[in-house]
């Protein structure tokens, strides 16, 4: 309940993530054969890419970047060494 997307919830959403809690968990542990009901609550509720982009919810400005991205493409992978990073101001 610490993720800037459980800001937009209420307590009146509480029931529907307990819902989701039991889905997922039945469904991690293989006793609910079908997982689409479990993408549809996470759909609306937000905890999806599909669900953030229905609310339009974006993550807020300054927040702290929970994985520190590698700064050249060869850190990725070294198959991508050639490849140099540009400036998004000199594209547009």
């Known amino acids: 309940m610490g993720s800037w997307a459980a800001s937009h919830w209420t307590p009146g959403d509480v029931p529907a993530l307990r819902v989701l809690v039991r889905l997922h968990d039945e ?3 293989g006793e609910y054969r079908y997982a689409g009901e479990l993408r549809l ?3 609306n509720l ?4 599909k ?4 609310r339009r919810w974006l993550e807020p ?3 702290p970047a929970s994985v520190v991205a ?8 070294p198959r991508f060494a050639r490849l ?6 000199t594209t547009s």
């Not at 937000?46 to 890419?49: F, H, K, R």
């Open 27 to 29: 469904v991690e542990r």
């Open 70 to 77: 590698p700064s050249t493409p060869a850190e990725l992978d």
């Open 51 to 54: 669900g953030l982009q229905d």
């Open 61 to 63: 400005v300054g927040a």
């Open 84 to 89: 140099r990073i540009i400036d998004e101001k």
């Open 46 to 49: 937000g905890l999806s890419p």
């Open 41 to 43: 609550w996470m759909d």
